[in-house]
């Protein structure tokens, strides 16, 4: 049994984690994971205690405590992620939303030349975030969609099922500012008398700050609107509904 010293380590109050996964990007040694829906530490000598992940949790359920731990060994994290990258080739962040992976399609396509055309859904242009302008007629008294960028290409029936009959914005919480999201999107809020908000993600831990982004949106503009979750697998199925409760 590896010899243990008092010194800073991670400490996950498993009551305030919801498991969004934000904190796994900012682990450069790859020591926590989602497990159960749930942050963990993987094994106590890949956690440095420097506490370089603490900033990235909205639920504020990561702490740094001193507490008798194994060591801090570079050694055995220069081998966790190198089992890593063999077992689930991410891109560079680490991120679990990152793993590369197939997906069986429902059905099979006999021609991929073969095609079936269905009308657009689409009312508008622009529908990027950073492109739509707040004052624009059509959010006017809209039923308004937020949609994760990938939405459009895991679920298949997007355009019926989600689009249909609401103004659109799109983007990605990962990739883009989030900060900038909350902001347009409150100007949204405020100046439009919304009938509803409609978010739909993807169920990665990543694109959960969607969600998060339309929270702190709804807050900032003190405007009472009905919050509608979509959740989408990666295989193109609507896995949870829920509405949002003030």
């Not at 749930?38 to 949790?57: S, T």
Request: negative net charge.
């Amino acid at each position: 049994m590896a010899k243990k010293m008092l010194r800073p380590i991670i400490r996950i109050d498993e009551e305030k984690c919801d498991g969004c996964g934000l904190c796994i990007p900012g682990c450069a040694e790859g020591a926590l994971q989602i497990v159960n829906g749930k942050a963990k530490l993987v094994a106590e000598n890949l956690c440095d205690g420097l506490g370089a992940c603490l900033g990235d949790c909205p639920k504020g359920a990561l702490i740094i405590e001193e507490r008798e731990a194994e060591a801090f060994d570079e050694e055995a994290v220069a081998e966790h992620l190198a089992t890593q990258k063999e077992e689930q080739e991410p891109l560079g962040c680490g991120c679990p939303g990152t793993m590369a992976r197939r997906i069986q399609p429902q059905k099979e396509t006999t021609n991929v030349d073969d095609f079936t055309e269905t009308p657009s859904e689409l009312t508008q242009w622009p529908v990027q975030f950073a492109l739509v302008n707040p004052k624009a007629d059509y959010f006017k008294n809209a039923d308004l969609l937020i949609a994760a960028d990938c939405t459009s290409f895991a679920y298949a029936d997007f355009h019926k099922n989600l689009l249909r009959g609401r103004a659109l914005a799109v983007g990605c919480p990962k990739l883009d500012d989030g900060m900038s999201y909350v902001e347009k999107l409150t100007a949204i809020i405020r100046q439009n008398n919304l009938k509803s908000i409609t978010v739909a993600y993807m169920e990665v831990p990543c694109c959960g700050g969607l969600v998060r982004i339309v929270q702190e949106a709804v807050k900032r503009a003190g405007v009472p609107v009905p919050v509608n979750l979509v959740r989408i697998s990666l295989d193109g199925k609507i896995i949870n509904r829920q509405q949002l409760t003030a």
